[in-house]
């Protein structure tokens, strides 16, 4: 399997960060087409009880993206988002706010 880091939308290190930590990468294959992904995602799965996104992610402990990146995959395993390329929009479209 070859993965392909794309940093346009991401500070530096974020995506290997997260390969690292186990974490499916945020921006595999295009930063843009995952971020509508995971609006959509969020649309669907999130909306319902969770009306403002850029509230959650302002409430996301971390001091990098990395780091809230990390808690957000280790959160939303457990609350709803079990698929990783799932969560791994969500993360994208999250911190994009």
Do not use: W
């Amino acid at each position: 399997m070859t993965l392909r880091l794309s940093l346009r939308r991401a500070p530096s290190g974020l995506a290997l960060a997260l390969a690292l930590a186990g974490a499916p990468p945020l921006l595999a294959d295009g930063g843009e087409e995952q971020i509508e992904q995971g609006s959509a995602a969020y649309a669907e799965l999130c909306s319902g009880c969770h009306a403002n996104a850029a509230r959650i992610v302002r409430r996301v402990e971390g001091g990098t993206d990395a780091e809230r990146g990390g808690r957000l995959d280790s959160f939303l395993k457990e609350h709803h988002a079990p698929d990783d390329a799932q969560r791994a929009a969500l993360i994208a479209y999250l911190l994009s706010l």
